[in-house]
């Protein structure tokens, strides 16, 4: 194996004991090119797509739980986009998007995040479904970037200072990121009162993370314990394992037949087509699930 592809679709953690910093470096290849072939997007939204899945694999591998969830989605009322989703679970990622592309082709080749969304809001939701618990912050999708609106997210909704940069290789086939934050004394729990976005030794770590440049992310050849080193060489630095990213998507025929099997007789009465078929979409993987109704109705008779 080429050693480049050791250093794609994986994610790797950090911290910094004495400046009270943590975070997370990511980079997407393959994983990449097999989402988006499921779907038919211009480069605009490719990139886009590629930005918010490369964010995703960031917050994702932040989790401590095995079956923790996360759930990134950027949603406006009148926007070129109207709907970006991404989420990560167990190492899995997946993602689309819903736009006009007659507004978008009219946009231009770069538009901004402001006339991709307009007045849009990121939404980020952490799900533990063992431990029952669920956490959903939304703050206002603002800034020149995802990157931009992602680091808005970390201040206003966790009050965690933040640097996240996200970046797409030219071609559009490598993407990578990376998230540092300050932890208040190092504690995840603590009351963070005490937080001050100019405490000078989250000041040196930030001004380090923003030297990163957006070839060192998406350089299959540079190893991201590599792209780490070069940021934090002077700095005693603690590198967790890497996590292995994938594509993935929960639909299968057997879940969907499960879930129109759970609907009342006459609900599905409503949805059927003429030729007997409950049509289901997945929108992640652009497929569409024909589901027979005598199939289910013969499999709950018997
Ligand atoms: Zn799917």
Not at 130 to 159: H, K, T, W
Not at 268 to 282: L, Q
């Amino acid at each position: 194996m080429p050693s480049s592809q050791l250093n794609t679709d994986v994610a790797l953690g950090v911290t910094i004991p004495a400046r009270n910093a943590r975070g997370r470096i990511a980079r997407l290849g393959p994983v990449l090119d097999s989402i988006l072939a499921n779907h038919n997007y211009p480069a605009v939204v490719e990139r886009l797509l590629s930005e918010a899945l490369v964010l995703t694999a960031l917050l994702g591998t932040m989790l401590k739980e095995p079956d923790g969830q996360v759930t990134l989605q950027a949603q406006t009322e009148n926007g070129i986009v109207d709907l970006l989703v991404c989420d990560y679970l167990g190492g899995e990622l997946r993602g689309y998007v819903k736009h006009d592309s007659g507004r978008l082709a009219e946009a231009g080749p770069n538009p901004s995040l402001f006339s991709l969304f307009g007045k849009g809001y990121l939404a980020i939701t952490f799900d533990h479904p063992s431990a029952d618990e669920r956490y959903q912050g939304i703050v206002p999708l603002e800034g020149a970037s995802l990157a931009e609106a992602a680091q808005n997210y970390f201040v206003q909704s966790e009050q965690l200072p933040s640097v996240v940069r996200l970046a797409v290789n030219d071609t559009g086939h490598v993407a990578g990121g990376i998230l540092v934050q300050h932890l208040p004394e190092g504690e995840e729990g603590r009351d963070r009162i005490h937080t001050r976005l100019d405490n000078p030794e989250w000041e040196h770590v930030r001004i380090l993370s923003e030297t990163i440049k957006g070839t060192e992310l998406t350089d299959p050849r540079l190893s991201l314990e590599g792209a780490l080193w070069r940021l934090f060489h002077e700095e005693e630095v603690r590198v967790a394992a890497a996590v292995p990213l994938a594509k993935g998507c929960r639909c299968n025929f057997d879940y969907i037949r499960g879930v129109i099997a759970r609907f009342a007789p006459e609900d599905r009465a409503e949805m059927v087509d003429e030729d007997g078929f409950i049509s289901v979409d997945c929108e992640f993987c652009s497929r569409v699930f024909p589901i027979s109704l005598t199939d289910i109705e013969g499999g709950s008779a018997a």
